[in-house]
């Protein structure tokens, strides 16, 4: 893709795939991978932030005798999630109407 993914689109892709179930990190990059050109450096930092910042918890599950660790979304990152829908609908549809021709639907 040329275009750019910005640290707030990664943020919302990584919320919108963690609501429907928890998942461990190596799964959730591959699910993103499938749409957007990422690394998975690149993904560990954006997981470590949400953590920080509350909007996503972690938990460890045993698997072929390895621990796997788990990310959910919080209530805070559901919150934020919907916000960021919001934007991106907002956002989207100007952009769509500048690429067709220069109609900004508001």
């Given amino acids: 893709m040329k275009f750019p993914v910005s640290a707030a689109l990664?943020?919302?892709?990584?919320?919108?795939?963690?609501t429907s179930?928890?998942?461990?990190?190596y799964d959730l990059t591959q699910k993103i991978q499938s749409t957007i050109d990422i690394?998975?450096?690149?993904?560990?930092?954006?997981?470590?932030?949400?953590?920080?910042?509350?909007?996503?918890s972690t938990f460890d599950e045993q698997f072929d005798g390895r621990n796997r660790r788990y990310y959910?979304?919080?209530?805070?990152?559901?919150?934020?999630l919907q916000d960021y829908r919001t934007e991106w609908m907002?956002?989207?549809?100007k952009i769509?109407?500048?690429?067709?021709?220069?109609?900004?639907h508001e």
């Fill in 10 to 18: 990664l943020d919302a892709c990584v919320l919108g795939v963690l």
């Fill in 21 to 25: 179930s928890a998942t461990y990190g």
């Fill in 39 to 56: 690394s998975e450096s690149t993904l560990y930092p954006v997981l470590r932030r949400l953590l920080k910042d509350s909007l996503l």
């Fill in 72 to 80: 959910q979304i919080t209530k805070e990152g559901e919150e934020l």
């Fill in 90 to 93: 907002q956002y989207k549809g």
């Fill in 96 to 104: 769509d109407g500048l690429i067709a021709g220069g109609i900004i």
